[in-house]
């Protein structure tokens, strides 16, 4: 059972009930998507090195909200960040936008999206700063999640944390004791009277006039950092729900499955078919917002710091071995292959062929 199958049987009903809330990023993901590795106009050419085989592919669409692209993509970016791991403590950190403001963010993702990550990377920064255990500089790396794992709308920000932070003035790496890293109380007062300024006195937007006295941070111990990294990884790049996760689709009803987060165990869930298409694509973002961002330490201009700090805590034995140079090879992006049908040998990329560019008429009614 796939998604995109499911979106090309009923979109005209979707189109239909749907039509005012439909935004474009949206229209352009369901273009993206029907179009996926079947828009025979546009194909990649493959030649054979061993024999005079050449074959074309389609291509696919590359979009993020594709449930059957970008496997590479978010293999890539897992052994990046892979990369910058510290040999120490990770916290996770997580930010949650108040159901009251949700309609808002709904009608101006890119406002509240972009609020969300400068002012909860601003707070984590100022709680560093004011740590007796840290003051120097940390490094975070935030992914933003816009659903549940009933996929029911829910925007929040996972922020992965190592404990511990970097002093320039002594070059010396400061580690976080204890079993906590910040107070969740204190965070969640502080995201709360810094968003709420963000949107009113910047941003000028009308809020609603009832809103929670207390919000929700969570702060917790995750141990090392590369299971957190793999759970950041999991909706980064394919979409919310997995097409292996889709059940049935029978007389207009979708089931699929997932897993409840206070009792651990597997659950079904079923929605009227134009309902379920809805459900999942309201999470996709407006173009061009990065739904992942580095800060301090784990940024791409600190790449000399994080290797200084990584050779330090080599030598003193926090490694299973010891780092030889603080020059660590570039990763290289995974390459796509293919092998020949006629004799199994590697095939050689030729191109992109293209005849004319398609429209996006035929999929938006």
């Given at each position: 059972m796939k998604f995109i199958d499911i979106l090309r049987d009923h979109l005209d009903a979707f189109n239909q009930a749907y039509e005012q809330q439909i935004t474009t990023a949206m229209r352009q993901a369901i273009y993206s998507m029907l179009s996926c590795r079947t828009n025979t106009e546009r194909t990649s050419h493959w030649a054979c090195q061993s024999c005079t085989h050449t074959t074309d592919y389609p291509l696919s669409c590359g979009h993020r909200s594709c449930p059957l692209c970008q496997h590479n993509t978010t293999t890539d970016w897992l052994n990046k960040q892979q990369a910058k791991l510290l040999p120490v403590e990770y916290y996770m950190v997580t930010f949650t936008l108040p159901f009251e403001l949700r309609v808002i963010a709904k009608h101006q993702p890119e406002l509240i999206y972009q609020a969300m990550f400068s002012v909860a990377a601003s707070v984590l920064k100022a709680f560093a700063k004011n740590s007796k255990q840290l003051g120097g500089e940390v490094g975070f790396t935030g992914v933003l999640h816009t659903h549940n794992r009933?996929?029911?709308?829910?925007?929040h920000i996972h922020f992965i944390i190592p404990a511990g932070s970097f002093n320039k003035a002594k070059n010396q790496w400061l580690k976080s004791r204890g079993k906590y890293l910040f107070n969740a109380f204190n965070l969640a007062t502080v995201w709360r009277a810094r968003l709420?300024?963000?949107?009113?006195?910047?941003?000028?937007?009308?809020?609603?006039?009832?809103?929670?006295?207390?919000?929700?941070?969570?702060?917790?111990?995750?141990?090392?950092?590369?299971?957190?990294l793999k759970y950041l990884s999991r909706y980064l790049y394919r979409g919310v729900l997995p097409d292996k996760d889709i059940i049935s689709d029978i007389d207009g009803q979708v089931s699929f499955k997932?897993?409840?987060s206070q009792s651990k165990t597997t659950k079904i869930r079923t929605l009227p078919t134009v309902k379920f298409l809805w459900l999942v694509l309201q999470h996709v973002l407006p173009k061009g917002l990065r739904r992942v961002r580095d800060y301090g330490l784990l940024q791409g201009s600190s790449r000399k710091i994080r290797q200084q700090i990584q050779l330090m805590l080599a030598v003193a034995g926090a490694l299973p071995q010891v780092v030889g140079s603080l020059e660590v090879p570039e990763l290289k992006r995974t390459v796509v292959n293919r092998t020949c049908p006629c004799c199994r040998q590697p095939m050689r990329f030729m191109g992109i062929h293209l005849n004319r560019r398609p429209t996006s008429s035929m999929f938006t009614a």
């Open positions: 009933r996929r029911d709308y829910h925007p709420l300024k963000q949107l009113t006195k910047k941003l000028n937007i009308m809020l609603p006039e009832h809103l929670p006295k207390k919000w929700v941070v969570d702060c917790l111990h995750v141990g090392k950092g590369l299971p957190a997932y897993q409840d």
